[in-house]
Nanobody, 116 residues
Framework: QVRLVESGGGLVQPGGSLRLSCVASGNRLTVNVLGWYRQAPGKEREMVARMLLNGATRYGDSVKGRFNISRNKYGNSVFLQMNDLKPEDTAVYYC??????????WGQGTQVTVSS
């Protein structure tokens, strides 16, 4: 059984920083894509950042230059460094792991609130 455990969310003031972490575990888990998504109240879930197996990254337009995705050397942990946070970044952030084609896993989500 695959399990994704996220941590690092919380309340931060505008302009502040947070670092999210996600650890993936499970027997025979093949990780091809690591990513972070978010969903704000009343909005659809959107891609924040993704990292492919070869290290290539992609970011959502609203977070480019502010957020950075990285992973550990084993490829089973993914991090999201979020800088210069804005109120519009407030959302539940979800870790995502893409395995085989059409197979993906989601974490339980961690709340990020940006407010003064």
């Amino acid at each position: 059984q695959v399990r994704l455990v996220e941590s690092g969310g919380g309340l931060v003031q505008p302009g502040g920083s947070l670092r999210l972490s996600c650890v993936a575990s499970g027997n025979r888990l093949t990780v091809n894509v690591l990513g972070w998504y978010r969903q704000a109240p009343g909005k659809e879930r959107e891609m924040v950042a993704r990292m492919l197996l070869n290290g290539a990254t992609r970011y959502g337009d609203s977070v480019k230059g502010r957020f950075n995705i990285s992973r550990n050397k084993y490829g089973n942990s993914v991090f999201l460094q979020m800088n210069d946070l804005k109120p519009e970044d407030t959302a539940v952030y979800y870790c995502n792991v893409g395995s085989a084609p059409g197979v993906e896993y989601w974490g339980q989500g961690t709340q990020v609130t940006v407010s003064s």
